[in-house]
């Protein structure tokens, strides 16, 4: 049963600490996704890849926000230096590249702490 | 920006009894997903509706896209403990591939 696998699971860390999030798409998926979730906003788009190039990262924060594929295997979200307004549940999403109307996959997500 | 509202924000039911919950959106839309989330875990995709006036059934669920394509719903015929859960519709904006996800609606089922 293919999934989308995310790590950490949880992360609690201090205000100014570097976070990075990973997660391994689903094999054969060649888009990605990073979503964000809190309770004000709801789930957010941050950024999507294709093939590895990103798509569309108009939805993160630029100053602090980085992501990368640095192979097809991975996916990581990196946020340098966190704030306590990063708090929320960073979910990662692959699908087959086919465009519009195509299924998501969710990973269970990675909830972060920002103290 | 574009974007979609959806209500209620909560329902509480009876088990048994029957919900339902819609999409709105101020422009048309060249499609809807409806995802559910359980508490404490992730999206998972249900159903996509393309064409005007759509209709989708799975099982107990019934998923309708408007003549207009401007507005969805999503229902549920006799509620189990197993619905409980977020329901959220989302579309893409153009030819973009990331969703614009609605606030969803949350079903809370008393037994």
Request: with cysteine; aromatic share 10%.
């Amino acid at each position: 049963d293919a999934r989308v696998t995310q790590t950490p699971r949880h992360k609690v860390t201090e205000m100014g600490q570097e976070v990075t999030m990973r997660c391994q798409p689903i094999l054969g998926h060649n888009t990605v996704f990073w979503y964000r979730q809190t309770m004000m906003q709801g789930l957010e788009l941050l950024a999507y890849f294709r093939n590895r190039a990103p798509l569309d990262d108009s939805g993160m924060p630029k100053d602090r926000f980085s992501a990368e594929m640095p192979d097809a295997t991975l996916a990581t979200l990196k946020i340098q230096p966190s704030e306590p307004r990063d708090s929320a549940v960073y979910f990662c999403a692959s699908g087959l590249g086919v465009g519009a109307g195509e299924t998501q996959y969710f990973g269970p997500g990675t909830r972060l702490l920002v103290l | 920006g574009q974007q979609v509202m959806q209500i209620p924000q909560y329902q509480h039911v009876q088990e048994g009894e029957d919900f339902t919950t819609y999409c709105n959106s101020s422009t048309t839309l060249s499609n809807i997903q409806w995802y559910k989330q359980r508490p404490g875990g992730h999206p998972v995709f249900l159903i996509q509706l393309v064409k005007s006036g759509e209709v989708k059934k799975q099982k107990r669920l019934t998923f309708q896209f408007g003549e207009a394509k401007k507005n969805s719903s999503l229902h549920i015929t006799a509620t189990q403990t197993t619905d409980v859960g977020t329901y959220f519709c989302a579309y893409q904006r153009g030819g973009a591939d990331g969703l614009t996800f609605g606030k969803g609606t949350h079903l809370i089922i008393q037994p």
